[in-house]
């Protein structure tokens, strides 16, 4: 009798202990609140490139990074499969997030409520966002490994272990799907306002805000970020640079074309203080999804629509070449219109100096300036500095692009909670830059 309370006692306190063992071994391996990614500059396109940890065995692809992308997709080849990779079907949940064209290929079999139709695979269209090329592809899953973040320093490799992803084989030799894409770049990273973009899965697989930072730098030799969840953003020396942002309400664009993009509410744009004078209802999105301004990691170079571009340039360099600037105006180098002599522009350690753009957004107070080392480009071919903004016709869609080149050192948040977009202006104004998170591992 004894012997069998005995073991009885013991056994309970092996599951006690058992019990205790687990739920302390998911206490010591809690769940990350931000993840943080490397984002590289690539000189040529000015396309920002995250190298993506996947696979079984583990591999690492450059991917560009795409705000408006509505989720990830990867050139997979004619390579062999990764051991963790699996292929949803048309009748699955995450199928349905996407925008499959299950139910128009197959719409028989459902209305069959036909069993065999449902291992069909969720075909889904792949787009080149620089190219307008679409293509097929299968949602697939796979591990994607990232590294969490204490908002200082990298802390350790956390797994998403069905990440979902835009999967496109096909045979041998290169895909159309790849053109325009950045040199060794083999897929998008989409960032979009959609449920499957890298953002979305991040927060919803580890359970923290669906918010995420972007800090793109200004060379191919230093790094800039991606932190996927809510701030600090502690960057070098010791400075939290959420607490430089200034924030405006995220517009949403009623096109369904146009609904992952990030839009903001621009009302005017002034040089220095002087307002540009141009059709304001350009700045509104209309009930067809047409203007309103929109931010782009794909556009190197900020677009206008062309009566804006017109006015603005115009005003811009009336001001730059004011009675008593030395400022030598020379010949234009295609995409830009305005340049000036390299040497004939006043430089300062943050860059040339001219006079501010200033994008004004809900109220005259929320001023998202473009201050001389966002607005000029430095072109070596004819030694001067060019306005890197371009012509982007009568017919642009959104009629502000605020293109990559201009977001260089500023830190940005996309705070889908709150529904709004926080910006810096360019950091070098507080002393920091976006190279200056700490990729050394805490
Ligand atoms: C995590 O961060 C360390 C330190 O920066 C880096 O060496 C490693 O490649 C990163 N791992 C992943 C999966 O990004
Ligand atoms: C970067 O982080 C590492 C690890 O915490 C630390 O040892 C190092 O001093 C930091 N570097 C700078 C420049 O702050």
Redesign the pocket.
């Known amino acids: 009798m004894a012997t069998s309370f005995q073991n009885h006692l013991l056994i309970s306190t092996i599951l006690l202990l058992l019990h205790l063992f687990t739920a302390f071994a998911t206490t010591t391996a809690p769940k990350p609140k931000a993840l943080v990614i490397p984002l590289t500059r690539d000189d040529t396109t000015l396309q920002r490139i995250i190298k993506l940890n996947h696979r079984t065995p583990p591999k690492i692809t450059p991917l560009t990074v795409d705000l408006s992308g509505e989720f990830l997709w990867l050139d997979c080849g004619p390579i062999t499969p990764s051991t963790t990779n699996r292929r949803i079907h048309c009748d699955s949940a995450r199928c349905a997030l996407a925008n499959s064209n299950c139910h128009m290929t197959h719409i028989t079999c459902y209305n069959n409520n036909n069993n065999p139709c449902k291992k069909l695979p969720c075909n889904i269209p792949l787009k080149n966002p620089l190219q307008n090329i679409i293509n097929k592809g299968e949602l697939h899953t796979d591990v994607f490994r990232i590294n969490s973040t204490d908002g200082?320093?990298p802390v350790r490799v956390v797994s998403v272990n069905r990440f979902t992803y835009g999967h496109h084989a096909h045979g041998p030799g290169s895909t159309p799907l790849l053109k325009g894409l950045a040199k060794g770049v083999k897929g998008i990273a989409g960032l979009g306002r959609s449920k499957l973009s890298l953002p979305t899965q991040f927060s919803s697989t580890f359970k923290f805000v669906d918010k995420f930072a972007l800090c793109v730098s200004s060379s191919s030799f230093t790094d800039g970020f991606i932190i996927f969840g809510d701030k600090p953003y502690n960057l070098?020396?010791?400075l939290d640079a959420s607490t430089l942002l200034s924030y405006t309400p995220l517009l949403t664009n009623p096109n369904p074309q146009f609904q992952s993009d990030y839009y903001i509410g621009v009302t005017s744009i002034k040089i220095f203080q002087n307002p540009v004078k141009f059709d304001k209802s350009l700045l509104s999105i209309n009930k067809n999804g047409i203007g309103g301004t929109k931010i782009s990691t794909i556009n190197p170079y900020t677009i206008l629509q062309s009566s804006i571009y017109k006015s603005l340039t115009r005003d811009f360099a009336a001001q730059v070449e004011r009675p008593g600037s030395f400022a030598k105006r020379v010949n234009p180098i295609a995409p830009f219109t305005v340049c000036y002599e390299g040497g004939s522009l006043p430089f300062t350690p943050i860059g040339v100096v001219v006079p501010d753009i200033n994008l004004v957004l809900q109220n005259e107070k929320i001023v998202w300036t473009i201050s001389g080392t966002n607005s000029m480009v430095m072109v070596n071919s004819i030694n001067a500095y060019c306005l890197a903004f371009v012509d982007g016709g009568l017919n642009s869609k959104a009629a502000i692009v605020i293109g990559s080149y201009q977001l260089e050192n500023n830190l940005l948040q996309f705070d889908l909670v709150n529904s709004r977009v926080g910006f810096s202006s360019s950091l070098l104004f507080s002393r920091t830059r976006c190279d200056n998170f700490?990729?050394?591992?805490?």
């Open positions: 200082s320093n070098f020396p010791g700490n990729f050394t591992s805490a």
